[in-house]
């Protein structure tokens, strides 16, 4: 009787801890740390947009975009662009939270984008 | 029993965070996608703005204007500009009216150095409509916003330099007798009457101009243009100028 009592209770033990690890709440602090770092990079580019203008992005080359954006990267952020059928900057990995920010300006659109070196 | 009462009271807890932090995160999703929306509907607002005082430029560089209809033909053309932009399911109408000339700073700065109003520029304002929502509606978006936004033109001013030009030559030739009605006599004359106006445009920063011919001998009348030019002025698309005349008839005593 005894060791039925220690087969249940561990049963249960065993179910409850895997229910823990299957329906940890990290999975949902993940979520929200990634969301809360692509709203701050968005804040970021939305800066950076403010700080140089419109007149900048129409009145520069692709290339002087590129430049500018390659220069505010740091280890912590990379700034990339594309600027109509001109791209600059890498290539961000996969599911890394990704912030962007599309102005349609003429002559060419102008997708601006930003992601953390490191996934939080 | 005990295992079972402890365990099931531990997996409740744990079952309560886990369902909390699940609506948290769908909370912070719901607040970024609001807020992506939002950024994106400011950035897609300063591309309409920047558009819209371009082509402001463009009309103002392309055309010669009348000295007194000036502020009013500018002011039509101006009311008739619209723009619309749609990006990351945003969109942005943007309908443009010239607003009385006033010092008056704007948030939207990614339209330096032309946000903001300035006292007797050509001041624009705008109103923006921006709507947006993510595709199942999880969030939304929807605000109408006016901006203002100048060119550095002196418009005050080079209406009044070339007003007051023609006015001198009005009151001047109207009150003068002309001693002889040949161009050698009368134009060293008439250029006295603008003596003061044209010292006035240059310290403006005005190209000053003025042509005038005889039309009549009896009595003595004259057709003057006064012309005034504000060029090498900063717009968002490049350098431009802007021309204004004012012309008319005048004669002199008899």
């Known amino acids: ?120 | 029993m005990a295992a079972a009462v402890i365990f099931s009271v531990i997996l409740a807890s744990n079952f309560a965070v886990f369902f909390a932090s699940q609506d948290r995160a769908r909370l912070y999703f719901q607040a970024n996608a609001e807020d992506a929306l939002a950024d994106e509907a400011l950035a897609l607002a300063g591309a309409a703005g920047t558009n819209l005082l371009e082509r402001v430029q463009t009309f103002v560089d392309s055309r010669i204007f009348n000295c007194s209809q000036a502020s009013g033909v500018i002011s039509t053309a101006v009311g008739q500009l619209n723009d619309s932009r749609t990006a990351m399911n945003v969109t942005v109408d943007a309908f443009a009216s010239m607003t009385p000339s006033a010092a008056a700073g704007d948030n939207l700065t990614m339209l330096a150095p032309f946000n903001g109003s300035s006292y007797g520029a050509l001041d624009v304002s705008f109103e923006a409509h921006m709507s947006g929502s993510t595709g199942s509606d999880f969030a939304s978006y929807s605000k109408k916003e006016n901006h203002l936004m100048h060119l550095p033109v002196k418009m005050d001013a080079a209406v009044a330099d070339c007003l007051g030009a023609a006015q001198g030559i009005e009151m001047g030739v109207s009150s003068s007798l002309a001693p002889n009605c040949a161009l050698p006599e009368i134009g060293p004359l008439i250029t006295t009457f603008v003596r003061g106006p044209a010292a006035l445009a240059s310290t403006d920063g005005f190209m000053f101009g003025l042509r005038f011919n005889v039309t009549s001998s009896s009595p003595c009348t004259v057709r003057y243009l006064v012309s005034i030019e504000q060029g090498s002025i900063p717009g968002p698309g490049g350098e431009f100028r802007v021309r204004m005349q004012e012309g008319g008839l005048a004669s002199f005593e008899e």
């Open chain 1, 1 to 120: 009787m005894r060791y039925v009592d220690l087969a249940v209770a561990a049963l249960i033990g065993a179910s409850s801890v895997t229910g823990i690890i299957a329906w940890t709440p990290r999975v949902g602090d993940g979520a929200s740390d990634s969301a809360r770092v692509t709203s701050q990079l968005r804040d970021e580019l939305l800066a950076r947009l403010e700080q140089k203008g419109t007149v900048w992005l129409i009145s520069s080359s692709p290339d002087e975009i590129c430049a500018y954006l390659n220069g505010i990267s740091n280890s912590s952020v990379t700034f990339s662009a594309s600027i109509g059928s001109h791209l600059c900057g890498p290539i961000p990995s996969e599911g890394v939270a990704l912030a962007s920010l599309t102005l349609v300006l003429i002559p060419y659109r102008v997708v601006l984008e930003a992601w953390p070196d490191a996934q939080p």
